[in-house]
């Protein structure tokens, strides 16, 4: 830290996003989007069920 300074956590913080987001935009171009009749959009749902 005393050789580069605090200024250092912002440059390698800035590179390491932009690593990420590089990385993301690479495997969105290789993939196509999967179809949503294909999804299963409700698997996250709760079913409810009323007890009389």
Avoid: K
């Avoid at 913080?13 to 949503?36: C, E, H, K, N, W």
């Amino acid at each position: 830290m005393n050789v580069l300074g605090p200024f250092a956590f912002w440059v390698v913080l800035g590179g390491s996003f932009a690593t990420i987001a590089l990385y993301a935009f690479y495997r969105m171009s290789q993939r196509d989007a999967v179809p949503a009749s294909e999804t299963d959009a409700g698997a996250c749902t709760l079913e409810i069920v009323h007890m009389a």
